[in-house]
C-alpha cells in the first residue's frame, strides 16, 4: 500500500546512455513533482504536473524530459546522461491547490560512470 | 527572489537535549512555511507547516512558529530521541503556487 513509488531504487549507467525513472502514486493526487537531490543533500524541484499538465518547468537540460501517461504516473526520461546527472530523483504528489502537504517517494539514485 | 537559510550541521546531541535549528527565510508576499524530514535511506516526510504570520505548527514533539517580523520558521523540540536523527529541511511555498524551495538541510545527530 505504497503512497508514492518509483522504480527503480539503484540505477547505475554510462555515460551517453538514456535512461527512464517510473513513478506512480495510488493517493488520487493531482499534481506530481520530480526532485533532484545532489551529493550534498540540496534539493530543487525540476517539473511539477497538475493532471496531465505541465505546470513548472526549472531550468533544466531538455535532456530531462518528464511523461505522464495519467495523473497517477509521472516519469523521466533523461536522454545523453552525464556525469553531473548523478544525484537522488525523488517524486512527489500532492492534492490540487497551494500548500498542500506534499507526499515523496524513496528515490532513486542515479550514478552515471 | 525567493530563498531559504539553514544552519550548517552536524548538529550532535545527547539524547533528551534541546534542539534547535535555525531557519530564515527570502520570499516575495507572504509565503507558507514547511519542515520536513529525510530518515536514512528515505524520501522527505511533511513534520510540520505554518501558513500565516504567527502560525506555530507542530508534530511529534517539534515545533516552530511563523515569524513575519524577523523572516524566520526556527524548529524546536524540548527533549530530543535517538530516533529523531535525521536530515531536517526547512521550506517555503510562495504564494499562489504548488512549488516548494527547499533550504540545504541540516543533519542531526542524536546520541545515546
Known amino acids: 500500500d505504497t503512497a508514492v513509488s518509483q522504480t527503480p531504487k539503484y540505477l547505475v549507467t554510462q555515460m551517453g546512455n538514456d535512461k527512464s525513472i517510473k513513478c506512480e502514486q495510488n493517493?488520487?493526487?493531482?499534481?506530481m513533482y520530480w526532485y533532484k537531490q545532489d551529493s550534498k543533500k540540496f534539493l530543487k524541484i525540476m517539473f511539477s504536473?497538475?493532471?496531465?499538465?505541465?505546470?513548472i518547468n526549472e531550468t533544466v537540460p531538455n535532456r530531462f524530459s518528464p511523461k505522464s501517461p495519467d495523473k497517477a504516473h509521472l516519469n523521466l526520461h533523461i536522454n545523453s546522461l552525464e556525469l553531473g546527472d548523478s544525484a537522488v530523483y525523488f517524486c512527489?504528489?500532492?492534492?490540487?491547490?497551494?500548500?498542500?502537504?506534499?507526499?515523496f517517494g524513496p528515490g532513486t539514485r542515479l550514478t552515471v560512470l | 527572489g525567493n530563498s531559504v537559510t539553514q544552519m550548517e550541521g552536524p548538529v550532535t546531541l545527547s539524547e533528551e537535549a534541546f534542539l534547535t535549528i535555525n531557519c530564515t527565510y527570502t520570499?516575495?508576499?507572504?509565503?507558507?512555511l514547511f519542515w520536513y524530514v529525510q530518515y536514512p535511506g528515505e524520501g522527505l516526510q511533511l513534520l510540520l507547516k505554518?501558513?500565516?504570520?504567527?502560525d506555530k505548527g507542530s508534530n511529534k514533539g517539534f515545533e516552530a512558529t511563523y515569524r513575519k517580523e524577523t523572516t524566520s520558521f526556527h524548529l524546536e523540540k524540548g527533549s530530543v530521541q535517538v530516533s529523531d536523527s535525521a536530515v531536517y529541511f526547512c521550506?517555503?511555498?510562495?504564494?499562489?503556487?504548488?512549488?516548494?524551495?527547499f533550504g540545504t538541510g541540516t543533519r542531526l545527530q542524536v546520541f545515546p
Open positions: 512527489a504528489s500532492s492534492r490540487k491547490g497551494i500548500h498542500n502537504e506534499q507526499f
Open positions: 493517493l488520487g493526487h493531482d499534481t
Open positions: 504536473y497538475n493532471n496531465k499538465e505541465l505546470i
Open positions: 520570499a516575495t508576499g507572504y509565503p507558507s
Open positions: 505554518a501558513t500565516k504570520a504567527d
Open positions: 521550506a517555503l511555498s510562495p504564494r499562489n503556487t504548488d512549488k516548494l524551495i
